[in-house]
T-cell receptor
């Protein structure tokens, strides 16, 4: 059973606010990912991490930033939220040497 | 480069009817193939995966998929659909490498009529 958690599950916030979306996994996976998904649309990779202190940008350009200070934790931050950031954000992880990704339940963000 | 296509954006079936969702991929080597399901407002749940061996793989919730190398396909099937199967289904091809190791298809939305 995969254990990957995202908080909050839903967030409604005003323009200009700073927000951090949390993602934690208890499986000891070294690789973690953030995807952005608009309703009914495909997933787009926005950030990934090989391990602690390693982060890279994905295919979809994003104004968000990430950090990886601990193996189990991969938070995503928006310094100044805008309505264009309204979307669902999915976190995933996988074990090094394995292919399968495990997904969290997602955070649905609405910026007014 | 890897790519995945799912030709059907939206499929509607009646409850109890059979289902087949299509997936075609492009990959230079033997692919790792996956089907995920996403219920509204939820994350992705793995239905089944193919790495090697038997080309017909069984998954959870009564789903199965068949890998056909000659057709570059990995179609998902279920003999009798339940109303709870209504969801978005994503096919993905993966590799054991650094960086973006997964490529997802655009998804197929399944609606189930009572």
């Amino acid at each position: 059973e995969a254990d990957i958690y995202q908080t909050p599950r839903y967030l409604v916030i005003g323009t200009g606010k700073k927000i951090t979306l949390e993602c934690s996994q208890t499986m000891g996976h070294d690789k973690m990912y953030w995807y952005q998904q608009d309703p009914g649309m495909e997933l787009h990779l926005i950030h990934y991490s090989y391990g602690v202190n390693s982060t890279e940008k994905g295919d979809l350009s994003s104004e968000s930033t990430v950090s990886r200070i601990r193996t189990e934790h991969f938070p995503l931050t928006l310094e100044s939220a805008r309505p264009s950031h309204t979307s669902q954000y999915l976190c995933a992880s996988r074990e090094g040497g394995h292919v399968e990704q495990f997904f969290g339940p997602g955070t649905r963000l609405t910026v007014l | 480069a890897q790519s995945v296509t799912q030709p059907d954006i939206h499929i509607t079936v009646s409850e109890g009817a059979s289902l087949e969702l299509r997936c075609n991929y492009s990959y230079g080597a033997t692919p790792y193939l996956f089907w995920y399901v996403q219920s509204p407002g939820q994350g992705l749940q793995l239905l089944l995966k193919y790495f090697s061996g038997d080309t017909l793989v069984q998954g959870i919730k009564g789903f199965e998929a068949e890998f056909k190398r000659s057709q570059s396909s990995f179609n998902l099937r279920k003999p009798s659909v339940h109303w709870s199967d209504a969801a978005e289904y994503f096919c993905a091809v993966g590799a054991n490498n650094y960086g973006q190791n997964f490529v997802f298809g655009p998804g197929t939305r399944l609606s189930v009529l009572p």
